[in-house]
């Protein structure tokens, strides 16, 4: 079962295409292997085992008849964050306990679509606001390369089920880095997708202007698969991009002579772990190796981006998280009057960090504060947008750490919340400009913890991302390495 467990998407389509294997028997294993390890890591919030079952079989139907879709038989899972139909969806809070949607986010009707089997939703930080998956309100998740230290979050549990083999693939949602930073924390790969590459449609929002839809594999290819099936326009989200999405998967040529690759100075400043910052260095010489040229290059307005970001994402969370008072959507906690309803359904449902950043994104839009704050915040988003624009004309792509270092233990940062903000601090950036990024493996420190780097493209250039990420894996091993390897 273990070697069934460890295979790519590829390599479990090609079996099943020849007979070899069948859907019943991966998503058999995949259970036995939930059962067996996620006791100990905490990745599943819930398990689907009936309807997992049942979807393989009609897969294993569907191939005897010569269906060959994309995804036809594939294990996957997904984040707490988006809306399964008839299945508890939580987003990892009290507050949503019992609730169960009655329609499927665009992004897993598509995956359903192309014949994919599902296998349970994924524990993450409430409500996405944490880079831990320790602000879960049920458990921690645990990081598979060490069971004492973080998975990253807050996509923590869809990192945890890949790094696991508790899943072929999983998706994730990124605000400011929550696919990114937990796929470089457990050894994985994933993407986050440019906004409006990915529809919103029935993913819960935390920051609706940065929120996007991304997934999660054990290589380059498979995450280009994936988001082959979930790309593309949907009438549901307006703010979808209008125009079909490119076939990824025909562009991984793992030519990538000639491209431009920026190194900027600033993601590499004073703060990273000597490791960190050794090892990205040494994946770029490996890029430079396969043909690609480097420079480096100024990011003009760097220091900017962390308290813009956080005054925008916590100003829509405060307006997002507004539906949750025991009325419209939510538990409800029984009150004196209204009001009192109102503060014992909230105070009850929501965890400390939820909390925080309701009160602050509230402060920075209330009277007399907004202009100061958040009109200040989106203005200087403008000017870090066009630091990317100006970039992009003088390189291809950007590479840079995930993370100013790897994953912390459990305690280390999170009774210090300026410290887990900083967790965030290389890739919040992206999402203020919209643009994409791929999270790929490229080394360990020397205690055997996982290191990822991130390559930055400029928006609806995934295709680019993935060439150049398939690329460095077609030279290298980091990807192949497990947990038990």
Request: net charge negative; with cysteine; proline share 5%.
């Given at each position: ?13 090609e ?8 859907a019943?028997?991966l ?7 939930i ?12 398990v689907?085992?009936d309807?997992?079952?049942?979807q ?22 997904l984040?707490d ?28 009707s ?8 599902m296998l349970?939703k ?5 409500f ?8 879960s309100?049920y ?13 990253g ?31 470089s924390?457990?050894g ?13 449609h ?23 698969r994936l ?7 949907d009438?549901?989200?307006?703010t979808?991009?209008p125009?079909?999405a490119?076939d ?22 004073e ?6 910052e050794?090892t ?5 010489a ?33 307006a997002?998280l507004?539906?949750?008072?025991g009325?419209?959507f939510g ?15 909230r105070?009850a449902?929501?965890?400390a ?8 994104g509230t ?6 504060y ?6 200040k ?16 004309q003088?390189v ?7 993370a ?11 009774d ?8 965030d ?17 490229c080394g ?11 390559i ?13 990420g ?9 990807h ?6």
């Open positions: 079962m273990t070697e069934l467990t460890s295979l790519t998407i590829g390599q479990a389509l079996q099943m295409r020849a007979g070899e294997i069948s019943l028997e998503t058999e294993a995949h259970l036995e292997r059962e067996t390890q996620d006791p100990s890591i905490g990745a599943y919030l819930s689907t085992a309807l997992a079952l049942r393989a079989g009609q897969a294993d139907e569907a191939r005897a008849d010569g269906d060959e879709r994309p995804l036809l038989g594939i294990p996957i899972a984040k964050v988006l809306s399964t139909k008839d299945i508890e969806t939580t987003c990892g809070s009290k507050i949503l306990k019992g609730y169960r949607p009655i329609f499927d986010a665009t992004a897993v598509r995956l359903y679509e192309a014949g994919a089997v349970g994924l524990n993450m930080d409430e996405a606001m944490g880079s831990s998956t320790e602000n309100a458990f921690p998740t645990r990081n598979p390369w060490n069971l004492e230290r973080v998975p979050g807050s996509s923590g549990g869809s990192a945890a089920a890949v790094a696991a083999n508790m899943a072929m693939a999983t998706l994730g949602s990124d605000t400011g880095g929550s696919i990114r930073q937990p796929a924390f457990c994985v790969s994933a993407i986050k997708p440019s906004y409006g590459r990915v529809s919103r029935g993913l819960i929002a935390y920051g609706s202007s940065f929120d996007q839809t991304g997934p999660f594999a054990r290589n380059v290819e498979d995450v280009a988001l082959a099936v979930i790309a593309g326009h009438p549901l989200d307006s979808s991009m125009e079909a490119p990824y998967l025909a562009g991984l040529s793992g030519d990538i002579r000639g491209l431009k690759i920026g190194l900027p100075t600033e993601y590499f400043a703060g990273l772990q000597p490791e960190v050794a990205v260095r040494g994946a770029v490996e890029f430079k190796a396969l043909g690609a040229e480097v420079r480096e290059v100024r990011f003009r307005h760097a220091e900017y981006c962390l308290p813009a970001y956080y005054i925008i994402a916590m100003a829509e969370a405060s997002n507004a539906r949750y008072d009325v419209r538990a409800r906690v029984e009150g004196a009057d209204l009001i009192d309803s109102y503060k014992k359904t105070g449902g929501f965890g960090e939820v909390k925080r950043r309701i009160m602050l402060y920075t839009l209330s009277a007399g907004y202009d100061a704050y958040y009109g915040a989106q203005a200087v988003r403008t000017l870090i947008r066009q630091d990317f624009d100006t970039l992009f003088q291809d792509a950007l590479i840079a750490p995930v100013p270092t790897t994953a912390f233990g459990f305690g280390e940062v999170s210090d919340p300026l410290r887990m903000i900083l967790a601090v290389l890739t919040i950036s992206a999402n203020l400009a919209g643009i994409c990024g791929l999270s790929a493996p360990f420190d020397e205690r055997g913890l996982p290191i990822g780097m991130q930055l493209g400029a928006p609806f250039t995934e295709a680019r991302l993935l060439r150049l398939q690329a460095y894996q077609g030279a290298t091993d980091w192949l390495r497990s947990p038990e390897s």
